[in-house]
């Protein structure tokens, strides 16, 4: 079982920079594959990034490609989202899921634990 807890989010402007974190229970956090998901008012839940339990492998949806960056700290149990020169159109509430397997996947039902998420909001 893992628990997770998302923080970070907040109200910024085009282009500007947010960081988002994720503090994971657990003792097995080394062995999860981790991912950020987002999910906009009137939308489905889409891949943003995820990576492997190592970091080794990194996977990230074309949208966000270039200006976000996922990291993981198997030492501290997290897992961080660094999402620069953020649009409009990055508005959502971000979640961070755990997926019990080693394959870096995209697809939300493929994860098995979700935070509750952490609304991040960008003005124009």
């Known amino acids: 079982q893992v628990q997770l807890v998302e923080s970070g989010g907040g109200l910024v402007q085009a282009g500007d920079s947010l960081r988002l974190s994720c503090a994971a229970s657990g003792r097995t956090f080394s062995t999860y594959t981790m991912g950020w998901f987002r999910q906009a008012p009137g939308k489905e839940r889409e891949f943003v990034a995820a990576i492997s339990w190592s970091g080794g492998t990194t996977s990230y949806a074309d949208s966000v490609k270039g200006r976000f960056t996922i990291s993981r700290d198997n030492a501290k149990n997290t897992v961080s989202l660094q999402m620069n020169s953020l649009k409009p159109e990055d508005t959502a509430v971000y979640h961070c899921?755990?997926?019990?397997?080693?394959?870096?996947?995209?697809?939300?039902?493929?994860?098995?634990?979700w935070g509750q998420g952490t609304q991040v909001t960008v003005s124009s």
């Open positions: 899921a755990a997926r019990n397997g080693r394959a870096v996947q995209t697809g939300p039902f493929q994860y098995d634990y």
